[in-house]
């Protein structure tokens, strides 16, 4: 098909909208929470909705587009993107922008699954679709990095809700594009729908991840419990439902192979360490180094410049190492920068932030390329979309669960600062809520007292920033060496081109 490749830059601006929505929010969260009042919870879960949603939705999302067709799904869904995103754009208060943010990921649960499953389909050759792949995997990467520098431009000019109007265009340009050059893409015999096994891959990734989430940030009270056990719960029953059906939303018995359970969890892991530590530390830029919105995303731009670059380099790596050492490496290379941030203090120069910047980027590009080829190969054209939502709620999932987890972490050590001798408690109880609020009480202070109560809040946020990069760094390690592990390397040859193999256990059960 001669218009594939005119195609794959369309289905490209549609993981560019989730990239970008994804973290666009880093650089904006200490405006808006300071223009609607935003307790540091409320900011938290404005950053956290987007992803648990979307993640609950992806699987469910996949297979309906399996169904109803991917160019069809994607179209519709990327209006209501657009919808959502001016209802965000002039959202009056932190509740309505928390709902507004939670629409946003029900549209765009469709987005990454239907894109993925239609490169599967017009790309069916593997040397070609291992390109098409890295291209669209750079895209996503760059656009999830690019985040902080455009919602810094937007925000030098304009108000906060600019950095989610900026969608309202891309999606208008995706529209017509698809609506032009995409073909449909679907199940010819997809079976019966089945509701009630949606129903429980909602409940229990949203039942799993609340607990995670809360359980971190507030300790193991009686409802997080509670959520965490009905998730557990529902999960289980969804597993035991695919089994026996003829016709399941995803076949679980992919994760029996344990290449493809390690491929998922370095999925996951890898964009755990970038969207944390983007998320927070576009925040120290600001709150810590005093730089402006725009300074901040530009500060970031090397993470963007290298997931561009290695996401299209990746297809080059493994024609001279196997998938497995590409993978490794590349987890490996995340978790050495997040080791190099806990050193990081108020006093610490741009320069060795840039550099882990640039690595973080450069091992998401390679992990993220390799693991999704890896992941639609594994499975027939037809079933490519739910195959996809699998890989697309690990990303989600390692997104919301690198601010949460990280995010609860940071707060937890922040809460400890020392208490300047002289300052009322009601100011320094208000400091401890948030460093943006460290810094409005510090302005009804002024002289000595400001700058000695910004100073202990500026410490103890780059305190625990450290520690959750540490935490971070531990992960990405440990995961490196379970992918090293479980992806075998192919008996027959020791060069296998990218994207022409099935994982190397053994034949995946379809």
């Known amino acids: 098909m001669t218009r594939r490749w005119p195609a794959l830059g369309v289905l490209s601006l549609g993981v560019l909208l989730i990239g970008v929505d994804g973290t666009v929010l880093a650089v904006a969260a200490p405006v808006f929470g300071r223009d609607l009042g935003m307790t540091a919870t409320e900011i938290m879960w404005i950053g956290d909705i987007y992803s648990f949603v979307l993640a609950g939705l992806l699987v469910t999302m996949g297979s309906i587009g399996d169904r109803v067709g991917h160019t069809k799904l994607l179209l519709c869904s990327a209006t209501a993107f657009a919808l959502a995103s001016v209802a965000a754009a002039f959202a009056p208060t932190a509740g309505t922008l928390i709902v507004a943010r939670a629409l946003l990921g029900v549209a765009g649960a469709s ?133 026996t059906s003829q016709h399941p939303l995803i076949d679980v018995r992919l994760f029996a192979n344990s290449a493809f359970a390690g491929v998922i969890a370095a999925n996951m892991l890898s964009i755990l360490g970038l969207s944390g530590v983007l998320f927070f530390l576009s925040q120290f830029f600001q709150l810590v180094d005093g730089y402006s919105p725009l300074q901040a995303g530009l500060a970031e731009l090397p993470a963007a410049l290298a997931a561009m670059v290695f996401g299209v380099l990746a297809g080059v790596a493994v024609r001279h190492w196997s998938p497995r050492a590409v993978l490794a490496a590349a987890l490996s290379v995340i978790g050495a920068a997040l080791a190099s941030l806990t050193l990081i203090s108020p006093a610490t120069p741009y320069p060795p932030l840039g550099i882990a910047l640039f690595a973080i980027g450069a091992g998401l590009g390679l992990a993220f390329t390799v693991a999704n080829d890896l992941i639609i190969a594994s499975v027939p054209p037809e079933r490519a979309g739910a195959a996809a939502g699998v890989s697309e709620t690990a990303y989600e999932l390692g997104m919301a669960l690198g601010i949460a987890l990280l995010g609860s972490v940071i707060a937890a050590v922040y809460h400890g600062l020392d208490r300047p001798a002289g300052i009322h408690d009601d100011v320094v109880a208000h400091a401890e809520q948030s460093l943006a609020a460290a810094h409005q009480a510090a302005a009804t202070l002024g002289g000595d007292k400001a700058h000695a109560l910004l100073a202990a809040a500026q410490q103890a946020f780059a305190d625990g920033l450290a520690a959750a990069a540490g935490m971070g760094s531990v992960l990405l390690l440990v995961s490196a060496a379970a992918v090293w592990m479980l992806v075998k390397p192919p008996p027959h040859s020791p060069l296998v081109p990218y994207g022409c193999h099935d994982f190397e256990e053994g034949p995946v059960p379809q």
């Not at 919602?151 to 809700?161: D, H, R």
């Not at 017509?176 to 009630?196: A, K, Y």
């Not at 949203?206 to 997080?224: F, N, R, T």
């Open 111 to 243: 987005l990454a699954p239907s894109t993925l499953a239609l490169i599967r389909g017009l790309f069916p050759d593997g040397r070609e679709r291992a390109v098409a792949v890295g291209i669209w995997a750079s895209v996503f990467s760059a656009g999830t990095a690019l985040g902080p520098l455009v919602g810094g431009a937007l925000l030098e000019q304009f108000w906060w809700g600019s950095v989610f109007l900026i969608n309202v265009p891309v999606v208008v340009i995706l529209v017509i594009g698809g609506w032009m050059l995409l073909p449909e893409v679907r199940n010819p015999t997809p079976g019966p729908w089945d509701p009630i096994g949606a129903a429980l891959s909602l409940a229990g990734i949203l039942g799993v991840v609340y607990a995670a989430k809360q359980g971190v940030a507030h300790g193991l009270h009686a409802d997080i419990v509670v959520a965490g056990l009905v998730g557990l719960g529902a999960l289980t029953l969804f597993v035991r439902r695919q089994l």
